[in-house]
């Protein structure tokens, strides 16, 4: 490249990365000067249901007695879509954000749809001066990767007008919407999808990635074992017998809300082995404190998995899981990086998946995440994606997408020169 290319592009550099300052030093005033909307309540009922938007502690309350039932009739359902993973969700991240409720009850006061809304900072750098809109739980430092809408059969239509009762209720109320680990899958995917077109701008579907299913059904662990490879087989026996004779490999789970706590600092402690609280969400204050109240709370009724694998005596991997209704989600782990060379990760899924067979589990949903550890125990998984937009009603969104583009040029022509927002 001759030196008059070469001063060229400096020169663009320069001008780029001028406007993406001015444009950040503009999006600092908007965040201070923009006023806040003033929340309200709207409903609306025909013959036969009634239908409003409910907010924060009083919504909350209102619905607690009628979650549940609602969503163990619901087409989707999740551990994270459950009464007692909001509500302790809730009790965590109140302060900083503001729920939005759209409900639909029946003639006889029954709860028939539910759209879990909120509203809050988002979670990267430059999307935490943003006002979020997000699945309830979707936000935080507690992460929640089966998020959705809730419908009594028959009912699924309700949600799109439930939705858009709940747009028009926040319209100057929201700069961004994210809505992670979308499956497109759902049924009431679309209806989501086409309300962030109509009331957003921008939308796109972003970060797809694959979630590992292994399907159990009635299978025992010989015939499961044998549909992997033969290299795989031969591995697996491998290391299962070298941790068996050289460390007298063997596995714990806790047996009440007594020992619990215990078994959860163990997890924590091997996963921080291999993470930081800047690397894991997992690890911030607010989500162990999140965690050991959701274990402590579940671990009798066996809806979490606890699983602890020692080496002589000594804990070297940990698996946390939740299982309701014949399936389970595979949440967490850590293990310990001296011990690589025996898999622990490997040999501590086997034994997960043994005693989910044991205990009726017919699917374990590996959540997302292209790992070997993950993908290696199957052939089937379901994609997720990120659904994202912005409200063009607000100045401060569309300042933000401003920047964006022009970060998004800067990369094309200088790669490696910026980070995405």
């Given at each position: 490249m001759n030196t008059a290319s070469t001063n060229t592009i400096?020169?663009?550099?320069?001008?780029?990365?001028?406007?993406?300052?001015?444009?950040?030093?503009?999006?600092?005033?908007?965040?201070?000067?923009?006023?806040?909307?003033?929340?309200?309540?709207?409903?609306?009922?025909?013959?036969?249901?009634?239908?409003?938007?409910?907010?924060?502690?009083?919504?909350?309350?209102?619905?607690?007695?009628?979650?549940?039932?609602?969503?163990?009739?619901?087409?989707?359902?999740?551990p994270f879509m459950s009464w007692d993973w909001a509500e302790i969700w809730w009790k965590h991240f109140e302060s900083e954000y503001r729920a939005v409720f759209g409900v639909a009850w029946g003639e006889d006061g029954r709860l028939v749809a539910l759209v879990p809304f909120i509203v809050g900072p988002g979670q990267t750098s430059t999307r935490k001066h943003l006002r979020e809109l997000a699945y309830f739980g979707g936000l935080g430092e507690v992460v929640a990767e089966g998020l959705d809408c809730m419908?009594?059969?028959?009912?699924?239509?309700?949600?799109?007008?439930?939705i858009g009762l709940v747009f028009e209720s926040i319209?100057?109320?929201?700069?961004?919407?994210?809505?992670?680990?979308?499956?497109e899958s759902s049924?009431?995917?679309?209806?989501?999808?086409?309300?962030?077109?109509?009331?957003?701008?921008?939308?796109?579907?972003?970060?797809?990635?694959?979630?590992?299913?292994?399907?159990?059904?009635?299978?025992?662990?010989?015939?499961?074992?044998?549909?992997?490879?033969?290299?795989?087989?031969?591995?697996?026996?491998?290391?299962?017998?070298?941790?068996?004779?050289?460390?007298?490999?063997?596995?714990?789970?806790?047996?009440?809300?007594?020992?619990?706590?215990?078994?959860?600092?163990?997890?924590?402690?091997?996963?921080?082995?291999?993470?930081?609280?800047?690397?894991?969400?997992?690890?911030?204050?607010?989500?162990?404190s999140f965690h050991h109240e959701l274990a402590k709370r579940w671990i009798n009724e066996r809806r979490v998995v606890l699983l602890v694998m020692d080496f002589l005596g000594e804990p070297v991997a940990a698996n946390y899981a939740f299982a309701d209704g014949g399936k389970m989600w595979d949440y967490q782990g850590g293990w310990k990086l001296e011990h690589i060379e025996l898999s622990p990760a490997k040999l501590l899924n086997a034994e997960n998946i043994r005693r989910a067979m044991a205990h009726g589990i017919k699917e374990i949903d590996m959540l997302p995440g292209d790992l070997e550890y993950k993908s290696k125990w199957t052939?089937?998984?379901?994609?997720?994606?990120?659904?994202?937009?912005?409200?063009?009603?607000?100045?401060?969104?569309?300042?933000?997408?401003?920047?964006?583009?022009?970060?998004?040029?800067?990369?094309?022509?200088?790669?490696?020169?910026?980070?995405?927002?």
């Open positions: 400096e020169s663009g550099s320069a001008g780029l990365v001028a406007t993406v300052a001015r444009a950040g030093s503009l999006l600092s005033r908007i965040l201070t000067d923009q006023q806040e909307v003033k929340p309200a309540v709207r409903a609306a009922s025909n013959a036969e249901l009634r239908l409003e938007v409910l907010r924060d502690r009083e919504g909350m309350e209102r619905l607690a007695s009628y979650w549940d039932d609602l969503l163990n009739e619901s087409a989707v359902r999740t419908a009594l059969p028959g009912h699924e239509a309700l949600l799109g007008r439930l319209r100057g109320e929201w700069d961004s919407a994210y809505f992670g680990f979308a499956d049924p009431y995917f679309q209806t989501l999808h086409q309300a962030l077109q109509k009331y957003g701008t921008g939308d796109e579907l972003t970060n797809r990635q694959a979630s590992p299913i292994i399907h159990l059904g009635d299978k025992a662990w010989d015939s499961y074992l044998m549909e992997r490879s033969g290299n795989f087989r031969k591995k697996f026996r491998r290391i299962s017998a070298a941790a068996t004779a050289e460390f007298q490999m063997s596995f714990r789970e806790p047996v009440g809300e007594e020992d619990v706590g215990h078994f959860v600092e163990e997890l924590l402690a091997l996963h921080g082995g291999r993470w930081t609280e800047e690397q894991s969400l997992f690890l911030r204050p607010r989500a162990r052939g089937v998984s379901r994609e997720v994606v990120d659904l994202v937009a912005i409200n063009p009603q607000s100045v401060r969104a569309r300042v933000f997408q401003s920047i964006r583009t022009v970060k998004r040029v800067i990369e094309k022509v200088f790669p490696g020169g910026t980070t995405e927002s």
